[in-house]
């Protein structure tokens, strides 16, 4: 029985000017480290922690293929696709995933 699972999340500042598309092992734990500034670089610059958007795979190889996808989106198209699961743009619970 499979019980790892891996992420692709967006991010966007409280005002939801930017984004920002990361993959990782533990949902909760990442978003914590953006949330407290621990990652140094873009996120911490812009203070992007505001969580908007996750997919869930079961292999890393389909997560990372998914995550260097979406970067590849134009803002118009990152905001539809988190527009098909999240139309308001509410901060979601890493918990709930």
């Known amino acids: 029985m499979k019980t790892q699972f891996y992420y692709v999340y967006i991010l966007t500042t ?14 909760v734990r ?5 949330k407290l500034g621990k ?13 908007i958007y996750i997919e869930r795979y079961e292999y890393v190889e389909d997560a990372i293929a ?3 996808q979406i970067k590849k989106y134009s ?13 308001t743009l509410k901060e979601l619970n890493p918990y709930d995933y």
Request: net charge positive.
């Open 14 to 27: 409280r005002n939801n000017s930017v984004t920002y598309t990361g993959i990782t092992n533990n949902l």
């Open 30 to 34: 990442r978003v914590a480290e953006h």
């Open 39 to 51: 990652t140094d670089g873009f996120t911490k610059r812009y203070n992007i922690n505001k969580l």
């Open 66 to 68: 998914r995550e260097k």
């Open 75 to 87: 803002r118009a198209k990152k905001l539809n696709l988190i527009n098909t699961r999240n139309p």
